[in-house]
């Protein structure tokens, strides 16, 4: 039987999701409920109708469904429509979502995909997975897009539904293995932004072999739109973003742990 | 910028462009005298050409360094009445239109009445072109099928090759000489005709050398004048090369600025050829001048760039000839399409960038003047650091340089069949135009309404506007029973009216050979001399006509409409989208709303669309590509619309595709204005779907906001997506970066702008995706000019 997966969007010329002009495929469906989530629309593993405006009145056009399943081959194919940028510039595809690791066999055959096709790969995943899994598939992946929210359990658990021991396990063994790892934090003021939080992470994220970089992307409340058309309550509505200053002095914690920081993606 | 450039700068822009009467009382004045008389219509010319250059008022404004101009002053713009005679009423909307106006004073329109209405109405060149044209010709063009750059303009459409930097006119007129002398009046029965065009050159030569001389005389008499040493010292410095060239080869850097300044202003003083006229590869000519007097220490940098700022500044004080009517629906701007190009390669295929690329660009960023454009060419010989300094500049978002791939530009003039040695020297000139510059001819003669022919397919060639039978009966839309059959009608309206186009500019070519020769455009471009024929008469060594085709994302996208809906998926007859159609989608919004956002659209890489793109330029290349034009030389197509795809618009009911009636064409190659929503990868890969090699120049349009480009990694990964496109043979690409107005239109009518995107934080996203809150952000923040 094909593998087929579920998809809510496929960005090109994607920027800020790994090295060079990537695509990034958002695959749907997540088991966290981030507060902060930008992608609302990849929380869901069915599709989903999403209006086109916020506004909402009577005339408004009808809704688009956000959500397709999509086989391997014919993503691939769409995939390798761009490969010429790849070539041009060192980039690749990104996988992303919502939770890749959430549809494992999907995301393993497009791995695989892709290795044989020569595209460089990337995965963004929040690493809430049973580790064989994460074994299993991450290995194949060329570079490592990790996220890292909380180091409090109870906290992480309180903001994203889920707690984040296996997340740090995973982050560990994958380490071990020698897989290439760029740490993504998320800085949402009010929630993960105070300094024991960041002396926390950058104690342990100082302490991995094969981390290459950390980037720090500061809150920003441009998802607010989506929560609307999507008709959910937004726990964020009326957070701002955190100042340049802020999120420099947090990043003072990562560098004197000796980590490479980059602001934004 | 120093002080003096700035006040340079900022007179030229403070200058409001005039309508000068100067030029069309002086040549009235010599076609009524008698000195002409019995002369060749070339030595007429040449003639009229010099009495101008003799008595037209000299002006050298205080702090300039490169002297010369068209007017009487900075943007006093003269008229060509042997080309085109305004009326009263021309006059009077070009003084009080609120776009592109220029001010017309009571003296000029006392003139024009007395003087150069009664002599010149009957004589134009436009009055024999529209005489000459067939009935059929005129309703098309009427209805705006097409359009005409001749009936305003002369031709020109060239730019400058090294002959002005290696040759002074002294030179040119020894050559003249050697040509007269080896005429075969026992063999050659038109030596007659070649020695009434040498002489006509030898005369326009020798006026060019005594205006400069005028120049010189007026220098000296303010240089003795002049009480500051430092300005009398360089004004006697500014009279000795005024003196020396263009009689003879410039030596310095800043001779050949100044011997090219005069060659310019003699182009557009004896004719309005459109474009101007332009230094072609300006980095590689001044080069050699720049590198010996910087060994020799004789010439700074810093020197250097502020004589070629007022070599720019220069350029801005001349806009485009005055249009108006269709002419100036199609292309309105005070924009004369000078375009400098930098980079690309030398004769022998190396890399031509150089130290004196990167001081033009930066002088390009700081005198941010809308004249002259520019343009980088890159090749795939280039480095990167060339291509990364030009985006820095299109990050400042003024809209140049444009980016244009060398390698594709080479390969389209060599496929038709010019030397490769040529074809490396040339580049790109007016929007996008390929030439072999300095020794070609490459005549635009009119943009062509692809998208106007969908509709008249769909009404058995009637036009629904008028109601007229303006094309061939193709059969009523309604009995097509597969689309091939409806693309056929649409293939038979092509090619009907692309006959009817190229048999009126073989006319119109051989009016403006008979009549309007241009002895002095004709001594720089080669093989003028050599052959003793007129540039206007196939006197250059190639020599093209051009059909530029205007909609093709509207084309497409109109006949993918149609495709899709009625014969591949059958939700909608052809019947009821004809009555959609017909009411401009009144009562049939949701057939609209499906056209619009459930119909494959060119732009998206997505193949249902494309493959209809390559049959609309095959149709269209197959069409005209080859067909003979009246200089001995052939037809080609490219593709570009200036402002046209906007009036070509207003000519069209709504179309298939979901566009409402009168509302702009796409432009260019460019997708419909907001259907591409696959992002800039998806644009190029679709755009790259046609040959470009095979045209003459195609122009793609890029929206980005100044955000997206804000760090180094945007920049690169911009010159990649460029590199990208190049590679299959994309031939330009520009970007727009997006001003606040823009963004506040986007906010009014979001379903233009779907394409649009912005940078936010840390990522980017669809502008119309935003909540109108964050748009405001962006808009301030874009109005103030932050990154």
Not at chain 2, 53 to 69: H, M, Q, S, Y
Not at chain 2, 90 to 97: G, T
Not at chain 2, 129 to 145: K, L, R, V
Not at chain 2, 622 to 646: D, E, W
Request: charged share 25%; with cysteine.
């Amino acid at each position: 039987m094909t593998v087929e997966g579920m998809v809510f969007k496929i960005k090109k010329y994607a920027l800020h999701d790994g090295p060079g002009i990537r695509t990034t495929v958002f695959f749907k469906g997540c088991p966290l409920r981030c507060w902060w989530c930008h992608n609302p629309e990849g929380q869901r593993f069915e599709p989903e109708p999403m209006a086109l405006t916020i506004g909402g009145n009577d005339d408004a056009p009808a809704p688009e469904m956000v959500g397709r399943r999509w086989t391997v081959p014919v993503l691939a194919a769409e995939i390798e429509k761009d490969r010429l940028f790849y070539d041009e510039s060192g980039g690749g595809v990104t996988f992303s979502g919502g939770e890749p690791l959430a549809q494992p066999e999907f995301l393993d055959a497009l791995l695989e995909e892709c290795r044989r096709r020569e595209i460089h790969t990337a995965v963004d995943t929040s690493g809430y997975a049973p580790p064989e899994i994460v074994r299993s598939v991450l290995g194949k992946a060329d570079l490592m897009l990790y996220d890292l929210k909380l180091m409090d359990d109870a906290r992480h658990r309180q903001y994203t539904g889920v707690g984040n021991r296996q997340i740090l396990e995973n982050l560990e063994m994958l380490d071990g293995l020698g897989t290439k790892i760029v740490i993504r934090l998320p800085l949402v003021p009010g929630i993960n932004d105070d300094q024991s939080q960041i002396r926390r992470m950058a104690e342990f994220v100082g302490g991995l072999e094969n981390v290459q970089r950390i980037d720090l992307l500061p809150f920003h409340p441009v998802a607010d739109g989506k929560y609307r058309r999507l008709k959910m309550a937004n726990r964020m509505a009326g957070v701002k973003s955190p100042t340049r200053g802020d999120i420099e002095k947090l990043g003072a914690s990562f560098a004197a742990a000796g980590l490479a920081v980059r602001y934004g993606g | 910028m120093t002080p003096r450039i700035q006040r340079l700068r900022q007179r030229s822009l403070d200058a409001k462009p005039k309508i000068s009467v100067e030029r069309a009382l002086l040549l009235t004045d010599f076609y009524q005298g008698t000195a002409a008389r019995n002369a060749s219509v070339p030595v007429q010319r040449a003639l009229a050409f010099k009495h101008i250059l003799e008595n037209k008022a000299i002006w050298i404004g205080e702090d300039e360094l490169i002297v010369g101009e068209r007017g009487p002053a900075p943007k006093e713009t003269p008229t060509y009445p042997e080309i085109c005679l305004h009326s009263l009423q021309d006059l009077e909307i070009l003084d009080s239109r609120p776009k592109i106006p220029y001010a017309v004073d009571d003296e000029t329109r006392r003139i024009y009445a007395e003087k150069i209405i009664p002599f010149w109405q009957g004589r134009t060149i436009r009055e024999r072109i529209f005489a000459h044209m067939t009935d059929e010709w005129i309703a098309a063009y009427e209805a705006g099928i097409f359009t005409e750059f001749q009936e305003q303009r002369s031709p020109g459409h060239t730019a400058g090759g090294d002959k002005i930097f290696r040759l002074g006119f002294a030179d040119l007129r020894l050559q003249i000489a050697e040509e007269i002398h080896e005429l075969d009046f026992f063999n050659d029965p038109d030596a007659l005709g070649r020695l009434e065009q040498l002489r006509a050159m030898d005369i326009a030569a020798e006026a060019l050398i005594n205006w400069a001389a005028r120049h010189a005389e007026r220098l000296e008499a303010m240089a003795a004048g002049e009480t500051d040493a430092r300005r009398r010292e360089e004004l006697e410095r500014m009279a000795g090369i005024c003196r020396r060239v263009p009689a003879r080869a410039p030596e310095t850097f800043h001779e050949a600025l100044q011997a090219y300044w005069f060659v310019h202003v003699g182009v557009i003083t004896e004719l309005n050829p459109w474009d101007a006229f332009n230094p072609g590869r300006l980095d590689q000519h001044l080069f050699p001048f720049y590198r010996r007097e910087i060994e020799a220490g004789t010439l700074t940098e810093e020197r250097a760039k502020e004589l070629l700022s007022a070599f720019w500044i220069k350029f801005n004080n001349h806009p485009a000839p005055p249009k108006t009517g269709v002419t100036g629906q199609e292309s309105n701007t005070y924009t004369d399409f000078a375009l400098i190009n930098l980079g690309g390669v030398d004769r022998n295929g190396g890399d031509a960038v150089n130290d004196l690329t990167y001081l033009i660009l930066d002088v390009i960023e700081e005198m941010r003047l809308l004249q002259p454009s520019s343009m980088v060419q890159v090749s795939k010989k280039n480095p990167d650091r060339f291509i990364h300094r030009a985006l820095r500049i299109v990050r400042t978002g003024f809209g140049q340089p444009s980016v244009f791939n060398t390698d594709a530009i080479v390969q389209e003039l060599v496929g038709q069949g010019k030397d490769i040695g040529d074809a490396r020297e040339g580049g790109a000139s007016g929007c996008v135009e390929a030439g072999a510059f300095g020794r070609e001819a490459y005549i635009l003669t009119g943009y062509f309404n692809l998208a106007k022919l969908v509709e008249l397919a769909l009404n058995d060639g009637r036009d629904p506007r008028t109601g007229r039978q303006l094309g061939p009966a193709t059969g009523p839309a309604e009995d097509f029973t597969d689309f091939d059959l409806f693309f056929d009608a649409w293939r038979r309206q092509l090619a009907h009216f692309i006959d009817i186009k190229i048999r009126g500019n073989n006319v119109i070519e051989q009016i403006n050979a008979r009549h309007m020769p241009v002895p002095f455009l004709s001594l720089l471009i080669d093989d003028c001399i050599a052959k003793g024929r007129d540039y206007n008469a196939g006197g250059a060594r190639y020599n093209t006509s051009y059909i530029q085709g205007v909609g093709l994302g509207s084309t497409t996208d109109a006949l993918v409409a149609v495709k899709h809906h009625v014969f591949d998926r059958g939700t909608v007859t052809m019947a009821e989208l004809k009555r959609a159609l017909e009411a401009d989608f009144a009562g049939f919004e949701d057939l609209r709303r499906r056209l619009l956002d459930d119909t494959p659209k060119y732009g998206n890489d997505d193949e249902a669309a494309d493959a209809v793109l390559r049959e609309v330029f095959e149709a269209y290349h197959a069409a005209v590509n080859g067909r003979p034009n009246a200089r001995g030389g052939v037809h080609r197509v490219n593709l570009l619309p200036t402002t046209c795809h906007v009036y070509f618009g207003s000519v069209i009911g709504a179309l298939p595709d979901g566009r409402k009636a009168g509302q702009p064409l796409s432009e260019g190659i460019s997708p419909v204005q907001g259907a591409d929503r696959n992002g800039p990868t998806a644009v190029v890969r679709s755009a790259a779907k046609i040959d470009h090699l095979r045209t003459g120049g195609t122009l793609l349009n890029q929206k980005f906001l100044p955000q997206v480009l804000a760090d180094e990694t945007g920049i690169r990964k911009l010159g990649q997506l460029v590199r990208g496109y190049f590679r299959m043979d994309g031939h330009h690409i520009q970007f727009n970066v997006v001003d606040a107005d823009t963004l506040r239109e986007a906010q009014r009518h979001p379903e233009n702008y779907r394409d649009l995107i912005v940078r936010v934080a840390g990522y980017s996203d669809y502008f119309v995706d935003l909540t109108p809150e964050l748009q405001h952000e962006i808009i301030r923040r874009t109005a103030h000019g932050e990154f």
